[in-house]
Protein backbone atom coordinates (compact mmCIF):
# COMPACT_ATOMS: atom_id res chain seq x y z
CA UNK A 1 0.00 0.00 0.00
CA UNK A 2 3.13 2.27 0.38
CA UNK A 3 2.89 3.08 -3.38
CA UNK A 4 -0.87 3.44 -3.51
CA UNK A 5 -0.91 6.23 -0.70
CA UNK A 6 2.08 8.02 -2.29
CA UNK A 7 -0.39 8.23 -5.65
CA UNK A 8 -3.18 9.89 -3.31
CA UNK A 9 -1.39 11.77 -1.59
CA UNK A 10 0.11 13.24 -4.64
CA UNK A 11 -3.46 13.35 -6.19
CA UNK A 12 -3.99 16.03 -2.63
CA UNK A 13 -0.25 17.60 -3.08
CA UNK A 14 -0.82 18.33 -7.06
CA UNK A 15 -4.99 19.62 -6.73
CA UNK A 16 -4.14 21.94 -4.06
CA UNK A 17 -1.00 24.30 -5.43
CA UNK A 18 -3.66 24.39 -8.25
CA UNK A 19 -6.40 26.00 -6.73
CA UNK A 20 -4.04 28.21 -4.34
CA UNK A 21 -2.15 29.36 -7.36
CA UNK A 22 -5.89 30.43 -9.12
CA UNK A 23 -6.86 31.52 -5.35
CA UNK A 24 -3.50 34.29 -5.72
CA UNK A 25 -5.20 35.16 -9.30
CA UNK A 26 -8.11 35.85 -8.31
CA UNK A 27 -7.30 37.66 -4.74
CA UNK A 28 -4.70 39.65 -7.16
CA UNK A 29 -7.47 40.58 -9.14
CA UNK A 30 -9.80 41.64 -6.49
CA UNK A 31 -7.65 43.84 -5.08
CA UNK A 32 -6.94 45.50 -8.72
CA UNK A 33 -3.14 44.89 -8.99
CA UNK A 34 -2.65 44.27 -12.08
CA UNK A 35 -4.93 46.29 -14.11
CA UNK A 36 -8.00 45.18 -16.15
CA UNK A 37 -5.87 43.48 -18.89
CA UNK A 38 -3.79 41.47 -16.78
CA UNK A 39 -5.25 38.15 -17.81
CA UNK A 40 -5.08 38.53 -21.49
CA UNK A 41 -1.14 39.62 -21.26
CA UNK A 42 -0.50 36.75 -18.94
CA UNK A 43 -2.65 34.18 -21.39
CA UNK A 44 -0.79 35.47 -24.14
CA UNK A 45 2.48 34.89 -22.73
CA UNK A 46 1.64 31.47 -22.21
CA UNK A 47 0.51 31.12 -25.85
CA UNK A 48 3.33 32.97 -27.56
CA UNK A 49 6.10 32.33 -25.13
CA UNK A 50 6.19 29.94 -22.40
CA UNK A 51 4.31 27.17 -24.01
CA UNK A 52 6.36 27.15 -27.01
CA UNK A 53 9.71 26.64 -25.12
CA UNK A 54 7.93 24.12 -22.97
CA UNK A 55 6.95 22.31 -26.23
CA UNK A 56 10.41 22.86 -28.01
CA UNK A 57 12.91 21.74 -25.29
CA UNK A 58 10.30 18.77 -24.38
CA UNK A 59 10.18 17.01 -27.78
CA UNK A 60 13.96 17.97 -28.58
CA UNK A 61 15.26 15.92 -26.25
CA UNK A 62 13.23 13.27 -26.73
CA UNK A 63 13.65 9.90 -28.40
CA UNK A 64 11.73 9.89 -31.14
CA UNK A 65 11.21 5.91 -30.16
CA UNK A 66 9.23 7.02 -27.61
CA UNK A 67 6.54 9.04 -29.12
CA UNK A 68 5.29 6.00 -31.18
CA UNK A 69 3.87 3.30 -29.14
CA UNK A 70 0.67 2.32 -31.39
CA UNK A 71 -1.16 0.25 -29.23
CA UNK A 72 -0.89 2.99 -26.78
CA UNK A 73 -1.88 5.72 -29.22
CA UNK A 74 -4.53 4.39 -30.39
CA UNK A 75 -6.08 3.41 -26.93
CA UNK A 76 -5.42 7.07 -25.75
CA UNK A 77 -6.90 8.57 -28.99
CA UNK A 78 -9.28 6.44 -29.03
CA UNK A 79 -10.82 7.87 -25.95
CA UNK A 80 -10.09 11.26 -26.92
CA UNK A 81 -12.00 10.86 -30.05
CA UNK A 82 -14.95 8.96 -28.98
CA UNK A 83 -15.29 11.38 -25.87
CA UNK A 84 -15.38 14.19 -28.13
CA UNK A 85 -17.97 13.38 -30.89
CA UNK A 86 -20.26 12.37 -27.83
CA UNK A 87 -19.74 15.61 -26.41
CA UNK A 88 -20.27 17.16 -29.68
CA UNK A 89 -23.40 14.99 -30.42
CA UNK A 90 -25.44 16.05 -27.19
CA UNK A 91 -24.03 19.86 -26.95
CA UNK A 92 -25.45 20.46 -30.58
CA UNK A 93 -28.82 19.08 -29.18
CA UNK A 94 -28.62 20.39 -26.03
CA UNK A 95 -26.22 23.26 -25.51
CA UNK A 96 -26.65 24.80 -29.03
CA UNK A 97 -24.10 26.86 -30.44
CA UNK A 98 -22.21 27.56 -33.06
CA UNK A 99 -18.91 25.60 -34.46
CA UNK A 100 -16.40 26.90 -32.17
CA UNK A 101 -18.54 26.80 -29.07
CA UNK A 102 -18.84 23.42 -29.63
CA UNK A 103 -15.40 22.89 -30.48
CA UNK A 104 -14.53 24.58 -27.17
CA UNK A 105 -17.06 22.41 -25.17
CA UNK A 106 -15.54 19.23 -26.90
CA UNK A 107 -12.22 20.11 -26.23
CA UNK A 108 -13.51 20.79 -22.51
CA UNK A 109 -14.51 16.99 -22.24
CA UNK A 110 -11.10 15.67 -23.73
CA UNK A 111 -8.12 17.77 -22.87
CA UNK A 112 -6.74 15.87 -19.97
CA UNK A 113 -4.13 17.89 -17.69
CA UNK A 114 -0.98 15.61 -18.98
CA UNK A 115 1.54 17.59 -18.11
CA UNK A 116 0.93 19.20 -14.42
CA UNK A 117 -0.99 16.28 -13.10
CA UNK A 118 -0.29 13.41 -15.29
CA UNK A 119 3.18 12.99 -15.85
CA UNK A 120 3.96 13.32 -11.87
CA UNK A 121 1.09 10.65 -11.27
CA UNK A 122 2.61 8.32 -13.07
CA UNK A 123 6.16 8.29 -12.24
CA UNK A 124 4.88 8.19 -8.40
CA UNK A 125 3.24 4.73 -9.69
CA UNK A 126 5.44 3.22 -12.21
CA UNK A 127 8.96 5.36 -11.59
CA UNK A 128 10.29 6.04 -14.63
CA UNK A 129 8.93 3.32 -16.82
CA UNK A 130 5.85 5.25 -16.77
CA UNK A 131 7.42 8.32 -17.97
CA UNK A 132 7.24 7.88 -22.13
CA UNK A 133 3.25 7.51 -21.77
CA UNK A 134 3.17 10.93 -20.18
CA UNK A 135 4.92 12.03 -22.93
CA UNK A 136 3.14 10.81 -25.69
CA UNK A 137 0.06 11.74 -24.08
CA UNK A 138 1.24 15.28 -23.47
CA UNK A 139 2.19 15.57 -26.88
CA UNK A 140 -1.44 14.05 -28.59
CA UNK A 141 -3.31 16.73 -26.03
CA UNK A 142 -0.87 19.48 -26.67
CA UNK A 143 0.06 19.60 -30.23
CA UNK A 144 -2.77 17.48 -32.41
CA UNK A 145 -5.89 18.20 -30.45
CA UNK A 146 -4.61 21.78 -29.61
CA UNK A 147 -4.11 21.67 -33.99
CA UNK A 148 -7.29 19.68 -34.71
CA UNK A 149 -9.57 22.40 -32.27
CA UNK A 150 -7.57 25.46 -33.74
CA UNK A 151 -8.96 24.49 -37.54
CA UNK A 152 -12.44 23.86 -36.47
CA UNK A 153 -12.33 26.90 -34.82
CA UNK A 154 -11.16 28.84 -37.41
CA UNK A 155 -13.86 27.00 -39.87
CA UNK A 156 -16.50 28.49 -38.00
CA UNK A 157 -15.06 32.07 -39.41
CA UNK A 158 -17.77 34.99 -39.23
CA UNK A 159 -20.83 33.43 -41.37
CA UNK A 160 -19.67 35.45 -44.39
CA UNK A 161 -16.54 34.04 -45.76
CA UNK A 162 -16.41 31.43 -48.41
CA UNK A 163 -15.80 27.65 -47.76
CA UNK A 164 -12.67 28.16 -49.45
CA UNK A 165 -11.42 31.13 -47.95
CA UNK A 166 -12.41 29.40 -44.16
CA UNK A 167 -10.30 26.37 -45.40
CA UNK A 168 -7.26 28.62 -45.98
CA UNK A 169 -7.70 30.56 -42.66
CA UNK A 170 -8.11 27.35 -40.63
CA UNK A 171 -5.29 26.31 -42.60
CA UNK A 172 -2.87 29.58 -42.41
CA UNK A 173 -4.20 29.56 -38.41
CA UNK A 174 -2.42 25.94 -37.40
CA UNK A 175 0.86 26.65 -39.83
CA UNK A 176 1.02 30.03 -37.76
CA UNK A 177 0.16 28.42 -34.57
CA UNK A 178 3.61 28.75 -32.17
CA UNK A 179 2.73 25.58 -30.31
CA UNK A 180 2.65 23.52 -33.72
CA UNK A 181 5.38 25.19 -35.17
CA UNK A 182 8.04 24.77 -31.26
CA UNK A 183 6.92 21.13 -31.25
CA UNK A 184 7.78 20.27 -35.18
CA UNK A 185 11.04 22.62 -34.66
CA UNK A 186 11.90 20.37 -31.78
CA UNK A 187 10.85 16.96 -33.81
CA UNK A 188 13.37 18.27 -36.28
CA UNK A 189 16.02 19.00 -33.82
CA UNK A 190 15.58 15.46 -32.21
CA UNK A 191 15.47 14.00 -35.78
CA UNK A 192 19.22 15.72 -36.14
CA UNK A 193 20.56 13.84 -32.84
CA UNK A 194 22.64 16.76 -31.78
CA UNK A 195 22.17 17.45 -28.11
CA UNK A 196 20.46 20.65 -27.12
CA UNK A 197 22.99 23.20 -26.02
CA UNK A 198 23.02 23.07 -21.93
CA UNK A 199 22.10 27.06 -21.82
CA UNK A 200 19.08 25.81 -24.59
CA UNK A 201 18.28 23.73 -22.16
CA UNK A 202 17.97 25.76 -18.95
CA UNK A 203 16.38 28.62 -20.74
CA UNK A 204 13.54 26.15 -21.93
CA UNK A 205 13.14 24.87 -18.85
CA UNK A 206 12.66 27.93 -17.01
CA UNK A 207 10.52 29.46 -19.28
CA UNK A 208 7.87 26.43 -20.23
CA UNK A 209 7.71 25.86 -15.96
CA UNK A 210 6.40 29.09 -15.89
CA UNK A 211 3.44 27.90 -18.32
CA UNK A 212 0.99 26.02 -15.83
CA UNK A 213 1.04 28.44 -13.19
CA UNK A 214 0.63 31.91 -15.18
CA UNK A 215 -2.22 30.00 -16.83
CA UNK A 216 -3.89 29.28 -13.85
CA UNK A 217 -3.16 32.81 -12.39
CA UNK A 218 -4.87 34.06 -15.31
CA UNK A 219 -7.84 32.21 -14.64
CA UNK A 220 -7.87 33.50 -11.51
CA UNK A 221 -7.86 37.03 -12.34
CA UNK A 222 -10.23 36.11 -14.80
CA UNK A 223 -12.94 34.97 -12.51
CA UNK A 224 -12.93 37.94 -10.58
CA UNK A 225 -16.86 38.66 -10.88
CA UNK A 226 -17.80 35.61 -12.64
CA UNK A 227 -19.69 32.81 -11.49
CA UNK A 228 -18.22 29.27 -11.22
CA UNK A 229 -22.19 28.00 -10.68
CA UNK A 230 -23.63 29.58 -13.92
CA UNK A 231 -24.06 26.74 -17.01
CA UNK A 232 -23.37 24.49 -13.84
CA UNK A 233 -25.66 21.76 -15.80
CA UNK A 234 -23.46 22.05 -19.03
CA UNK A 235 -20.20 22.11 -16.66
CA UNK A 236 -21.33 19.20 -14.77
CA UNK A 237 -21.40 16.98 -18.22
CA UNK A 238 -18.20 17.92 -19.44
CA UNK A 239 -17.07 16.85 -15.64
CA UNK A 240 -18.63 13.61 -16.27
CA UNK A 241 -17.64 13.18 -19.81
CA UNK A 242 -13.64 13.94 -18.37
CA UNK A 243 -13.67 11.96 -15.66
CA UNK A 244 -15.85 9.19 -16.02
CA UNK A 245 -16.72 8.59 -20.07
CA UNK A 246 -13.20 8.83 -21.62
CA UNK A 247 -11.29 6.73 -19.35
CA UNK A 248 -13.90 4.37 -19.61
CA UNK A 249 -13.41 4.40 -23.83
CA UNK A 250 -10.20 4.53 -22.96
CA UNK A 251 -10.28 1.71 -20.47
CA UNK A 252 -11.89 -0.85 -23.34
CA UNK A 253 -9.37 0.08 -25.95
CA UNK A 254 -6.33 -0.08 -23.80
CA UNK A 255 -7.99 -3.75 -21.96
CA UNK A 256 -9.82 -5.73 -24.77
CA UNK A 257 -9.30 -4.37 -27.76
CA UNK A 258 -5.21 -3.19 -27.83
CA UNK A 259 -2.53 -5.51 -27.16
CA UNK A 260 -0.54 -4.25 -24.68
CA UNK A 261 2.00 -4.07 -21.24
CA UNK A 262 -0.19 -3.56 -18.13
CA UNK A 263 1.81 -0.49 -17.43
CA UNK A 264 0.97 1.22 -20.24
CA UNK A 265 -2.73 0.05 -20.51
CA UNK A 266 -3.20 1.32 -16.86
CA UNK A 267 -1.11 4.66 -17.88
CA UNK A 268 -3.72 5.09 -20.88
CA UNK A 269 -6.42 4.96 -18.60
CA UNK A 270 -5.03 7.62 -15.90
CA UNK A 271 -4.02 9.68 -18.54
CA UNK A 272 -7.55 9.99 -19.42
CA UNK A 273 -9.10 9.85 -15.99
CA UNK A 274 -7.10 13.28 -15.49
CA UNK A 275 -9.15 16.63 -15.20
CA UNK A 276 -9.40 19.30 -17.50
CA UNK A 277 -6.03 20.78 -18.41
CA UNK A 278 -5.62 24.53 -18.23
CA UNK A 279 -4.26 24.79 -21.75
CA UNK A 280 -8.53 24.82 -22.61
CA UNK A 281 -8.68 28.18 -20.86
CA UNK A 282 -5.70 29.42 -22.94
CA UNK A 283 -7.45 28.29 -26.31
CA UNK A 284 -10.55 30.13 -25.41
CA UNK A 285 -9.33 33.09 -23.97
CA UNK A 286 -7.04 33.30 -27.44
CA UNK A 287 -10.07 33.39 -29.11
CA UNK A 288 -12.41 34.98 -26.67
CA UNK A 289 -14.90 32.26 -26.55
CA UNK A 290 -16.19 30.48 -23.96
CA UNK A 291 -13.74 31.40 -21.37
CA UNK A 292 -15.93 31.22 -18.03
CA UNK A 293 -17.44 27.54 -19.42
CA UNK A 294 -14.11 26.71 -20.01
CA UNK A 295 -12.29 28.22 -16.32
CA UNK A 296 -15.45 26.51 -14.61
CA UNK A 297 -14.87 22.90 -16.09
CA UNK A 298 -11.03 23.24 -15.44
CA UNK A 299 -11.99 24.08 -11.63
CA UNK A 300 -15.12 21.80 -10.97
CA UNK A 301 -13.24 18.85 -12.63
CA UNK A 302 -10.24 19.26 -11.03
CA UNK A 303 -11.82 19.19 -7.44
CA UNK A 304 -13.82 15.88 -8.53
CA UNK A 305 -10.82 14.47 -9.68
CA UNK A 306 -9.55 13.73 -6.34
CA UNK A 307 -11.82 11.19 -5.59
CA UNK A 308 -12.13 9.81 -9.17
CA UNK A 309 -8.34 9.07 -9.63
CA UNK A 310 -7.75 8.07 -6.07
CA UNK A 311 -10.57 5.28 -6.47
CA UNK A 312 -8.55 4.27 -9.85
CA UNK A 313 -5.61 4.11 -7.97
CA UNK A 314 -7.43 1.92 -5.55
CA UNK A 315 -9.24 -0.38 -8.55
CA UNK A 316 -5.53 -0.67 -10.72
CA UNK A 317 -4.08 -1.70 -7.13
CA UNK A 318 -1.00 0.54 -7.12
CA UNK A 319 1.55 -0.62 -4.51
Given at each position: ?????A?M????N????VFA?M??G???G????????A????N?????V????L?F??????E????F?????????G??I??F??A??VA???F????????L?G?????S??GY????????A????G??????S?VI?????????T?????????D??A?Q?A????AA????????S?LA????AW???P????I?????L???????????????????K?L????GE??WL??L??L????V?????????E????????AVI???L????L??????R?????????????I??L????T???????????
Open positions: MGLLAAEAIFIVLPIGCYAVRAGLLGEQSGALAFVFYALPAFGTMAQLLSQVHWPFILAFGGLGTGLLLAFVPGRLAILTHAAAIFNTMGVPLLLIYGPALPAGIITTGVVVMAVAVLIELDGNGEAGLKNAFVIKSPLLLAGILWSDVLPAPVRFCDMGSTAGPCALFAMGLFMVGSTAGIVGSLKLVMPATYWLAFHVMMETLWAQSQAAPTGAVFVLAHYGLYIQRATAAIVSTLSIGLSALFIYFGVG
